[in-house]
């Protein structure tokens, strides 16, 4: 059988599916005494690569010190739970917007892990079993 009758017997919902998965976000866990378990999705791919794109300056150079950036916009398009975007969640962080409330809940590392984690989800990371749980 070849790839184009392998694909043929693919239900196409099944290629729609978007991935999930969580991440525990230990400091949280400890601060409310159970655990904290944030749960993430993947984002498009034109999305991702253009949160991406925000690591690049003006010549097309990648700058490192936008890492974290792009770590903050990749947490508030794919964190689903808690949800970013709620107004009332933000209101009581003081925030004003979803980004500013990422960046109010997962401090320095823990910005980076659930990165990472919709970086594998979206299909751009190296997957590993032990980190994504579906």
Known sequence: MNLAEKLM??????????????IEIKRLSQLTGEPFTVKCRAIPGERYTEIGSVM????????????????????VEGVVEPDLRDAKLQEHFGCKTPKDLAEVLFQGGE????????????????????????
């Open 9 to 22: 017997k693919l239900d196409r919902k099944k290629l729609e599916e978007v991935p999930t998965g969580e």
């Open 56 to 75: 690049t300056d003006h010549k097309g150079k990648l700058d490192l010190g936008k890492v974290y950036r792009v770590n903050t916009l990749l947490a």
């Open 111 to 134: 910005m980076s892990k659930v990165g990472d984690l919709i970086t594998e989800l979206s299909g751009f990371g190296e997957e590993s079993d032990n980190e994504i749980k579906n």
